[in-house]
T-cell receptor, first 111, second 119 residues
Framework: QKEVEQNSGPLSVPEGAIASLNCTYS??????FFWYRQYSGKSPELIMS????GDKEDGRFTAQLNKASQYVSLLIRDSQPSDSATYLC???????????FGAGTILRVKS | DAGVIQSPRHEVTEMGQEVTLRCKPI?????LFWYRQTMMRGLELLIY????????DSGMPEDRFSAKMPNASFSTLKIQPSEPRDSAVYFC?????????????????FGAGSRLTVL
């Protein structure tokens, strides 16, 4: 089992809709969870970080964490064509500072 | 701050040649990470440093790869000899604290990457 798993997509949503991206992880000791966005040919940039169970909202983005189910998700409300990118889930593993990334989910927002 | 600075941005070399990639982390950041990204394997952690000391190099693929951090403002990733399968984008990232810390200061900031092509 991979340490961090994501559906590769592509996930296609119409403009204005809610995009839901999901991620599961295998290490029960993980404490820090991140969502990065990566445009084609660019470097990953942080969208959200979350450390506690529940929801964390920042503008159009909401991260959700459920440690019991080892599940983290990212919701993007009012999706825009500019949100089209690859979204990477990252989790610290081995009770330490090793940050492992999922393979990423490609999101396409159609206008 | 200028962010994480990597050089070169693009490198094309022939199999068997030595390749050196360079990274300048954000000033004051104590952690530095080297990642490699390919279509097949995604973003893989190669090695990370804390206060210039290598902490985990379990992701370094083989002895052909080596990384150093002689001071807080400079790190290198060297491949000798290079092979076509080393072709990838190599990212350097830095953070104030390590990812294990549950605070906003443990966020990794990535450089623009070095795209390596080995012919």
């Amino acid at each position: 089992q991979k340490e961090v798993e994501q559906n590769s997509g592509p996930l296609s949503v119409p403009e204005g809709a809610i995009a839901s991206l999901n991620c599961t992880y295998s290490d029960r000791g993980s404490q820090s969870f991140f969502w990065y966005r990566q445009y084609s040919g660019k470097s990953p940039e942080l969208i959200m970080s979350i450390y506690s169970n529940g929801d964390k909202e920042d503008g159009r983005f909401t991260a959700q964490l459920n440690k019991a189910s080892q599940y983290v998700s990212l919701l993007i409300r009012d999706s825009q064509p500019s949100d089209s990118a690859t979204y990477l889930c990252a989790v610290n593993v081995e009770y330490g500072n090793k940050l492992v990334f999922g393979a990423g989910t490609i999101l396409r927002v159609k206008s | 701050d200028a962010g994480v600075i990597q050089s070169p941005r693009h490198e094309v070399t022939e199999m068997g040649q030595e390749v050196t990639l360079r990274c300048k982390p954000i000033s004051g950041h104590d952690y530095l990470f080297w990642y490699r990204q390919t279509m097949m394997r995604g973003l893989e952690l190669l090695i990370y440093f804390n206060n210039n000391v290598p902490i985990d190099d379990s992701g370094m693929p083989e002895d052909r790869f080596s990384a150093k951090m002689p001071n807080a403002s400079f790190s290198t990733l060297k491949i000798q000899p290079s092979e076509p399968r080393d072709s990838a984008v190599y990212f350097c990232a830095s953070s104030l604290f390590g990812p294990a810390g549950g605070s906003g200061a443990n966020v990794l900031t990535f450089g623009a990457g070095s795209r390596l092509t080995v012919l």
